[in-house]
């Protein structure tokens, strides 16, 4: 079993949907990333948080470090969001190596 | 600046070339990072340097070869690669190691004939 689990694997939405994406991991951590990675590569880091809520444009991350579980939220979401969703944990003390979720692939349809 | 520029963005080698992979930032960050990804994977830790000295190398073949000349730029020397080698190759900084925000790079799409 993966430390840091994602789920769905796979989504597709209609433009305009209220999109989550959920992350649970099985460690202590540190910190948690979102990332955000179009086709073509590049990564593009969302949040870094480490407890409560943070929020930026259509974007809400929230995490619930007793749960361990955090999740992406994307309202009013758009076929420009159409990419792979990362979920990525700082492992604590050992919080030089991040640990990957194997990503969400969305798909928004106009 | 807050961007973090990777040259050649694409790169087809045979298998007894040596070529190099640059990255540069200019954020001030004193942490950078070389990832592998192959496709529909996540990416995978390389190399960590800390204030241009490596710190972490996570087993990596020497064909291999990292190098960081200066607190802006990191390279990555190929030497004798192999086919699945074939990767996308992600660098990224953080302001230092440790629990700090990664900034990646877009990517150089290796591909070894």
């Known amino acids: 079993k993966n430390e840091v689990e994602q789920s769905p694997q796979n989504l597709t939405a209609q433009e305009g949907e209220f999109i989550t994406i959920n992350c649970s991991y099985s460690?202590?951590?540190?910190?948690l990333h979102w990332l955000q990675q179009h086709p073509g590569g590049g990564i593009v880091s969302l949040f870094m948080?480490?407890?409560g809520k943070k929020k930026h444009g259509r974007l809400i991350a929230t995490i619930n470090i007793q749960e361990k579980h955090s999740s992406l939220h994307i309202t009013a979401s758009h076929p420009r969001d159409s990419a792979v969703y990362i979920c990525?944990?700082?492992?604590?003390?050992?919080?030089?190596?991040?640990?990957f979720g194997k990503g969400t692939r969305l798909h928004i349809l106009p | 600046d807050t961007e973090v520029t990777q040259t050649p963005k694409h790169l087809v080698m045979g298998m007894t070339n040596k070529k190099s992979l640059k990255c540069e930032q200019h954020?001030?960050?004193?942490?950078m990072y070389w990832y592998k990804q192959k496709a529909k994977k996540p990416p995978e830790l390389m190399f960590v340097?800390?204030?241009?000295?490596?710190?972490i190398n996570e087993s990596v073949p020497s064909r291999f070869s990292p190098e960081c000349p200066n607190s802006s730029l990191l390279n990555l020397h190929l030497h004798a690669l192999q086919p699945e080698d074939s990767a996308l190759y992600l660098c990224?900084?953080?302001?230092?190691?440790?629990?700090?925000?990664?900034?990646f790079g877009p990517g150089t799409r290796l591909t070894v004939l």
């Open positions: 954020m001030g960050h004193r942490a």
């Open positions: 340097y800390s204030y241009e000295k490596l710190s």
């Open positions: 948080l480490s407890s």
């Open positions: 460690v202590g951590i540190s910190a």
């Open positions: 990224a900084s953080s302001r230092i190691t440790g629990t700090n925000e990664q900034f």
């Open positions: 990525a944990a700082h492992r604590m003390n050992r919080d030089d190596k991040i640990i």
